[in-house]
């Protein structure tokens, strides 16, 4: 699903898109009206301006995730500001991506996006693992009794855990399929099987977990 304010750059993305093999199931020019058709039209990815005539993008984000959980959202906006940025990943966006982004660096990022990977621009992902260290830095991380970890935290495999380590490193699934020697499919799964485990909802999420506990070290 395509959403922006401006006719000609909506219809050009949803074109681009479609030319691709990508199947647009939806366009909309206003926040609102994107929350109530993509509940109906349930894509996977949303391809999200920042800048709407009567919401924000960043509240389109949360009313996104608050009617279907599971969508990905990639921000594409003029805007490379950083307060932008952190306020669209906090909110649940995916990813980030200014317009300037080359056509075919677009649609590799929408690619990306659909098979849950976090993408941005070059250099906003540096910005946003430094946001999530500075707020790790605070009292997040549960313990127990003695200080020890939380024993009523869920138990991950050893190869859940390590992947949950490249995750915090921000790599991509295909560079952690590359650095473990496991297939893609097989990353995807322990990463899923990890959200799962501790009620996150996308690697965002995750990422955030396992900064606050160290595990990007």
Do not use: C
């Not at 093999?21 to 206003?30: D, P, R």
């Not at 996977?44 to 301006?49: F, G, P, S």
């Not at 260290?133 to 495999?157: N, Q, S």
Request: glycine letters at 10%.
């Amino acid at each position: 699903m395509v959403v922006d304010d401006h006719p000609m750059w909506r219809e050009g993305v949803a074109r681009d898109l479609t030319e691709a093999g990508f199947l647009v199931v939806a366009t909309s020019g206003e926040g609102r009206q994107a929350v109530r058709v993509a509940a109906a039209a349930r894509p996977d990815v949303v391809v999200l301006d920042l800048q709407l005539p009567d919401i924000s993008g960043v509240e389109v984000v949360r009313g996104l995730r608050a009617a279907l959980p599971e969508v990905r959202v990639l921000m594409l906006s003029a805007s490379g500001e950083q307060q932008s940025v952190l306020d669209a990943v906090k909110a649940g966006a995916t990813g980030y991506l200014v317009k300037s982004t080359a056509p075919a660096e677009f649609l590799d990022a929408v690619r990306r996006t659909a098979a849950g990977d976090p993408v941005f621009t070059p250099g906003l992902a540096g910005l946003v693992l430094g946001e999530y260290r500075r707020l790790a830095a605070g009292p997040a991380v549960k313990t127990g009794p003695a200080g020890g970890p939380d024993p009523g935290a869920p138990r991950l495999t050893d190869r859940e855990t390590e992947v949950l380590r490249l995750v915090a490193k921000g790599m991509s699934y295909k560079q952690i399929a590359q650095r473990l020697g496991l297939s893609h499919r097989t990353v995807q799964n322990h990463v899923q099987n990890t959200l799962g485990k501790l009620q996150l909802h996308n690697r965002v999420e995750l990422t955030r977990y396992a900064i606050e506990r160290g595990l990007d070290a």
